[in-house]
């Protein structure tokens, strides 16, 4: 850490400063701009210090992507090229993190899916790469629109994966998501995921912090693998597998190895807790009914919680920021009181539902949706509809088919 | 708080991560024993101790304080030939103090010679072949301590401490973070002043 102390208060080539990322975040002023969430996504970057971005068009990510390249021509980004496919682009940023470079990419949907070998690669061989996934549809036939399923591949892959609910999110996040990824006991990519078009192509007031301040640079040294070495693993280790070699040596070595990812997502716990102030929020926890949702979905779901209460109705809502490292005690706690759990979704398999019922106890109280998928919206009224539903009340049918 | 407690082993066919346990690490100015958090003074004391009733206390430099790559490398490398030294002279007849090196971290095919080195993908065959009890990594990138602790853990009875100039192990019996030239010296004053108070176990690894 000294070497990355002395830097705080020097200048970069562009005149920004080097800041105490906890002073740069929880204590500079603050300016509200009105932006799309893929020009929030370049505002973070600028401050980034960040080495090496890779691009390769799919909607809706193709803005924020092309918005870096306008950094990298106003020299705020070390390095900045196309890839030749979503695939390339993530084997580019693994050589560019070998080689000791702050990287970040941004994918979405069947991107996501084309490139995913490369994910527990990436965690396998500690990597502190940060990629944007702004989740659209992914299956035939093939759709543009929000749709958060590709949340769901990721989840095992040994990345962090956190769930933005807004642009403010997504700013913060990128920039504190380094301070987590990059600490050697971590040292793990991260997915900072995002409902698309919803975050990325609405316009919101953001709060930024100030354009002359940036991230102090990341520090290789301190990473728990050597930098590129093709004598040492991880390099090594893809040259000369341990697949390849049939013994208990081998096996145990790469079991050893698995766990040590497992281990680092669990200690990212704690660094995620003290930079995002708990891995949930949580509001109105005395209420019989809760609502658990992550990205966009919580927003709506705190809509319906204000419809319900014109009704009185009284009901909570948790949000969930940090899908890996899973917040697994907190969500027990949050809910250990609810009689029933509604977990509304932007996907056809509800996985967050799955996750919740995992995890706490009777988990019977857990009402997997409503669900929406495939780009559509998520009206509150259909949570509201929900949620009376389930408790017997009189609701109507938003589909127009009469009630 | 965890109930697990990171015990020398053999512990399990594959025993878990220790974070995985819900053992944390120390924050800085704190160490950890046995997955508890405590403080670095007592810290020193029990590694200290447990050199002291090894049968054969080894120390495992690590590429990170080997090769003389930077300036503070090879003062952590000259302050852990200081510790080698000190536990010589404090050992008594009958205890067997052993330096070997993990000069870097390639599989040894088709074997390992584990009287000159020590590998983090089969760190067991070391410490077996030299009856090695107690242990500290110092210099080890923390990945690959890691993998090496688990796998002495999961294998052998050998107590395990990491002096880690990061955050620390918790896959380890002991382990100090931070670990500077300063704290490296500590731990060797440490076994100076416990000299002659500490009885050797007879106990083999």
């Known amino acids: 850490m000294a070497e990355i102390k002395s830097v705080i208060g020097t200048q970069n080539k562009k005149g920004q400063t080097y800041t105490d990322t906890w002073k740069m975040m929880n204590e500079a002023p603050r300016t509200p701009s009105f932006f799309t969430g893929s020009e929030v996504i370049k505002e973070a970057l600028r401050r980034a210090s960040c080495d090496v971005m890779i691009a390769y068009p799919i909607t809706p990510q193709s803005e924020a992507a092309a918005l870096i390249g306008e950094l990298f021509a106003e020299g705020y980004i070390g390095d900045y090229f196309r890839g030749e496919s979503e695939f390339a682009v993530m084997s580019q940023c693994a050589g560019s993190a070998f080689g000791g470079a702050r990287v970040f990419t941004t994918t979405a949907g069947p991107g996501t899916m084309r490139a995913m070998e490369n994910f527990p690669m990436w965690a396998g061989a500690r990597l502190p790469i940060q990629m944007i996934v702004t989740c659209r549809g992914i299956n035939s036939p093939l759709s543009i629109q929000p749709d958060t399923l590709e949340i769901a591949y990721l989840l095992n892959t040994g990345m962090l994966v956190w769930h933005a609910e807004t642009a403010q999110d997504f700013f913060d996040w990128i920039l504190k998501g380094y301070m987590v990824s990059e600490e050697p006991d971590v040292h793990l990519p991260l997915a900072l995921c995002c409902d698309g078009f919803f975050v990325t192509h609405t316009k919101d007031v953001v709060n930024l912090t100030p354009a002359d301040m940036c991230l102090p640079p990341y520090d290789p040294y301190r990473s728990p693998v050597p930098c590129m070495d093709m004598e040492c693993p991880p390099v090594r280790m893809m040259r000369d597998p341990f697949v390849m070699k049939s013994n208990y040596i081998s096996y145990a070595t790469h079991a050893s190895w698995q766990q040590e990812i497992w281990a680092a997502v669990e200690r990212s716990r704690k660094h995620s807790i003290h930079w995002l102030n708990g891995l949930i929020d949580t509001e109105n926890m005395d209420a019989d009914i809760v609502i658990v949702a992550s990205g966009t979905a919580v927003s709506q779901g705190r809509e319906a919680i204000r419809l319900l209460e014109d009704e009185g109705v009284r009901c909570g809502l948790v949000k969930v920021k940090t899908l890996r490292p899973w917040p697994e005690e907190e969500i027990r706690e949050a809910t250990k009181n609810a009689k029933h759990i509604f977990v509304p979704e932007f996907n056809v398999t509800g996985w967050l539902a799955k996750e919740i019922r995992a995890t706490v106890p009777n988990h019977q109280r857990v009402h997997a949706g409503p669900h929406v998928c495939g780009g559509m919206t998520m009206p509150p009224e259909i949570i509201v509809s929900e949620i009376k539903t389930a408790l017997g009340m009189k609701t109507f049918s938003l589909a127009g088919r009469g009630s | ?205």
């Open chain 2, 1 to 205: 708080m965890s109930d697990y407690r990171v015990l020398p082993g053999p512990e399990h066919f594959l025993p878990p991560a220790a974070a995985s346990m819900g053992i944390r690490l120390p924050n800085p100015g704190e160490a950890h024993i046995n997955g508890v958090i405590v403080s670095e003074e007592a810290a020193y004391e029990e590694a200290a101790r447990q050199f002291l009733m090894a049968k054969v206390p080894t120390i495992f430099p690590g590429p990170l304080v080997l090769w003389a790559w930077n300036e503070k490398a090879a003062k952590k490398a000259t302050a852990i030939r200081h510790l080698f030294n000190t536990l010589k002279e404090c050992v008594q007849p009958g205890q067997k103090p052993m330096l070997i090196p993990m000069p870097d971290y390639r599989p040894k095919y088709p074997k390992i010679n584990p009287e000159i080195e020590i590998n983090p993908n089969h760190p067991n065959l070391t410490i077996w072949h030299n009856k090695i009890d107690c242990c500290v990594f110092i210099g080890v990138h923390c990945h690959q301590a890691n993998l090496s602790l688990k796998i002495i853990r999961g294998g052998t009875s050998c107590y395990t401490i990491a002096m880690c100039a990061q955050a620390g192990h918790e896959d380890a019996m002991l382990s100090i973070r931070d670990t500077s030239v300063e704290k490296i010296m500590r731990l060797a004053d440490t076994i100076k002043r416990l000299k002659g108070t500490v009885q050797p176990r007879q106990a083999s690894a």
